[in-house]
Nanobody, 126 residues
Framework: QVQLVESGGGLVQAGGSLRLSCAAS????????MAWFRQAPGKEREFVSG????????ILADSVKGRFTISRDNTKKTVYLVMNSLKPEDTAIYYC???????????????????WGQGTQVTVSS
């Protein structure tokens, strides 16, 4: 069993930065690929970034490439999302999720994720 808790969201001006954290409980965190998703009001949840169990394979959605960075620290059971050059369109609730697959990509079906966090709100003002 893995529980995920996101933190680090908040209100920031356009061009600013935030670092989201997703802290996991449970012994098997290091065996899971992790992903960040976001959901804006009235929109579907979308894939933002994924990272494999070891952290050496990382995937970013085109909309955040060059601005966001995903990483993980298995000793701390935490995955991070550093968000730079934030835009108003990045405003959303951000969720982390865990899948036993080798890597999480935008093609990974939602059903493949065993665990989800409760989300953290990110609001970017113009």
């Amino acid at each position: 069993q893995v529980q995920l808790v996101e933190s680090g969201g908040g209100l920031v001006q356009a061009g600013g930065s935030l670092r989201l954290s997703c802290a996991a409980s449970g012994r098997t965190f290091s065996t899971y690929a992790m992903a960040w998703f976001r959901q804006a009001p009235g929109k579907e949840r979308e894939f933002v970034s994924g990272i494999n169990w070891s952290g050496d394979t990382r995937i970013l959605a085109d909309s955040v490439k060059g601005r966001f960075t995903i990483s993980r620290d298995n000793t701390k059971k935490t995955v991070y999302l550093v968000m730079n050059s934030l835009k108003p369109e990045d405003t959303a609730i951000y969720y982390c999720a865990a899948t036993p697959g080798s890597i999480a990509t935008r093609y990974t079906p939602r059903s493949a994720y065993d665990y989800w966090g409760q989300g953290t709100q990110v609001t970017v003002s113009s």
